[in-house]
């Protein structure tokens, strides 16, 4: 069974920084996308950042420039360095991950629980 365990959310003041992991455990045959989503309280859960197995990453508008992704295939495992946090990025940071399970010939897409990160001004 896949699963992703995510670590590293917390409080902060706005200006601080956080890192984020998730790590995909379980009989993973490879994995195609990991990446980030958030959703703050009355709100869409909504993508912060993705990066594919060939590299190619993808930020949403509100956090280029201070968010940064990097993976570790060898280790499957994904990060997330927050800097220059501001309040509006309050919400629960969700793992994604589109993976191909051992013995199973299709992609599936897979969720961590969540973590959640509290800036405050």
């Known amino acids: 069974q896949v699963e992703l365990v995510e670590s590293g959310g917390g409080s902060v003041q706005a200006g601080g920084s956080l890192r984020l992991s998730c790590k995909a455990s379980?009989?993973?045959?490879?994995?195609?996308?990991m990446g980030w989503f958030r959703q703050a309280p009355g709100k869409e859960r909504e993508l912060v950042a993705k990066?594919?197995?060939?590299?190619?990453?993808d930020y949403s508008d509100s956090v280029k420039g201070r968010f940064t992704i990097t993976r570790d295939n060898n280790k499957d495992t994904v990060y997330l360095q927050m800097n220059s946090l501001k309040p509006e990025d309050t919400a629960v940071y969700y793992c994604?991950?589109?993976?191909?399970?051992w013995g199973m010939g299709e992609h599936y897409d897979y969720w961590g629980e969540g973590t959640q990160v509290t800036v405050s001004s």
């Open positions: 990066l594919s197995s060939s590299g190619r990453e």
């Open positions: 379980g009989l993973i045959a490879s994995i195609n996308v």
């Open positions: 994604n991950a589109d993976l191909i399970p």
